[in-house]
């Protein structure tokens, strides 16, 4: 197993340890205190190790965080600007975000086990991009002139929604943020979010940034805080009029659940996936392994749309397993702060003791362990790249989402099996094809229930790519202009017209 976890430290690192600028709540255009002072520890999972203290924001601070917003919407400018400044103002957003590249990465990676080189090369650029793609959409909003049957002149205006709660993940603490923030911006609305406990350094940031670029105080609003008590609020709130979250899917039925007790107010969600990837006889077995590995390690399997369970037509499935064998000892598991490291440290203990009880799942329901399947070194979360062979689609492996670098590898037949097994799940976010022949691809992505399928490619993400889920897996897409319609609502003007020579 290839791993520098044994025998090196984070005291080691490539990178030295961050100074941290921004632990307070930011409120209204201010970094403030919470109301009743109390602070959480946010955690090195390199170490295990206190990186800072957090401002722990709570209703009473999501009340004044809500009050902003919705003074910033009702009186403000941002709504009121025309398309162009907002487009200018996030412009100098993203122009900002690319002046502090590393410090951002390096943020995301002492906190949430980002691998660093990946984070400045992409996931930091990618937000800025991200931000510009829907600054240039900012000035394109617009209704139809509508066609009416009688003697009526009607059109639509797009009006942004109001006050909008964000619910952000931690495993893609920067990427997730600005997949609701930019769009959100463009359309004219103001916010309030809520990074995840876990991961609240980045977002931080970004508030002190859009601050710089000008965003008007009390549009975007950063609450750090839990689930129960920060979240809960911003679900609850009588005066949020669209939450919109990504995470689990136990948690999107308790953000749903608060939507339609409270105020009915708007929701989208994007949810848990056990995506399937479906490799067929004629798939170039090389590329096959690197795909299957990658859709279930990238980013330490802390992927909503991992490919968790891999699904391999017969004729090659002896060789594959050989192949995946191979490719999985030789992955490097380290400190994500070396260039040469693939797959850095579990998120937090919590999610590391649940993968690590997944794999003894998986081995007692008869699964063979073909590698990995146990903790790697002597400190911080990491774990071994695990594929289990001889798995059968009704054990937990299977079934459960267990974000982590666990792979259920299962073998099939025909077509027709193949499909109806990639489908036998609750849930429905991505899929992966692996194929030579255009017929077979025309056929699967056509009869698989989820919101995105790859073929011949994983993770093939874009910001013009609409993303989310279908059943379980929630409801409402990031990214494209889709992302953007979700925060509009649209008003119908009607007016007869008299003695018009045509209707």
């Not at 970004?206 to 129960?228: E, M, R, S």
């Not at 991992?306 to 030789?330: P, T």
Request: hydrophobic residues 40%; aromatic residues 10%; glycine residues 8%.
């Amino acid at each position: 197993m290839g791993s520098d976890c044994n025998g090196s430290s984070a005291s080691e690192s490539f990178v030295k340890k961050p100074t941290i600028k921004f632990t307070k709540l930011f409120i209204n255009g201010e970094f403030v205190d919470s109301i009743s002072g109390k602070t959480f520890e946010t955690i090195d999972p390199r170490t295990g190790e206190v990186i800072a203290r957090i401002a722990e924001g709570d209703r009473e601070d999501v009340d004044l965080a809500v009050k902003a917003a919705r003074a910033a919407f009702d009186h403000g400018p941002w709504p009121r600007f025309p398309g162009a400044e907002r487009g200018r103002i996030m412009m100098k957003f993203a122009d900002l975000i690319d002046q502090h590249v590393e410090e951002l990465a390096i943020l995301d990676t002492v906190d949430a086990g980002r691998l660093f080189s990946y984070g400045k090369a992409v996931d930091i650029p990618q937000v800025a991009e991200n931000l510009r793609y829907y600054a240039g959409a900012a000035d394109k909003i617009h209704g139809d002139v509508l066609k009416m049957s009688r003697e009526l002149q009607a059109y639509t205006l797009l009006e942004p929604i109001g006050v909008l709660g964000h619910i952000v993940p931690w495993n893609f603490p920067s990427t997730l943020f600005f997949a609701k923030v930019s769009p959100s911006l463009a359309a004219g609305c103001t916010m309030v979010i809520k990074p995840a406990e876990q991961t609240p350094l980045s977002a931080l940031y970004y508030a002190h940034l859009a601050k710089l670029a000008g965003v008007p105080d009390g549009v975007l609003n950063v609450i750090t805080g839990f689930g129960q008590t920060a979240g809960a609020a911003i679900s609850y709130h009588m005066d949020i009029d669209k939450v919109s979250f990504t995470g689990s899917t136990e948690v999107g039925r308790l953000v749903m659940e608060a939507a339609a007790k409270s105020n009915l107010k708007q929701v989208s969600l994007e949810l848990g996936g056990k995506s399937p990837l479906v490799i067929f006889d004629d798939a170039d077995i090389n590329m096959a392994a690197e795909l299957a590995l990658l859709g279930v390690l990238y980013n330490k399997g802390e992927i909503c749309v991992a490919s968790s369970r891999v699904f391999v037509q017969e004729g090659i499935y002896d060789e594959l397993v050989k192949k995946l064998e191979e490719k999985a000892k030789a992955w490097v598991v380290g400190d994500p702060f070396d260039p040469n490291v693939r797959q850095g440290p579990q998120v937090d203990k919590h999610q590391y003791n649940k993968i690590l009880t997944y794999i003894d799942h998986g081995k007692n329901e008869g699964a063979t362990l073909l590698t990995g399947g146990k903790p790697l070194g002597n400190k911080g979360y990491y774990i071994e790249p695990t594929i289990f062979t001889d798995v059968k689609d009704d054990m937990l492996i299977a079934k459960d989402e267990i974000f982590g670098p666990v792979m259920a590898l299962m073998k099939f037949k025909t077509i027709e099996e193949a499909i109806q097994r990639a489908n036998n799940t609750r849930y429905g976010l991505a899929a992966g094809i692996i194929t030579k022949d255009l017929n077979v691809a025309n056929t699967v992505s056509r009869s698989i229930r989820a919101g995105i399928i790859w073929i011949n490619c994983y993770f093939a993400f874009d910001r013009d790519c609409p993303y989310g889920g279908y059943k379980m897996s929630g409801f409402g897409r990031d990214f494209g202009l889709e992302a953007l319609h979700k925060y509009l609502h649209t008003k119908s003007v009607v007016t007869p017209i008299y003695n018009s020579p045509w209707l």
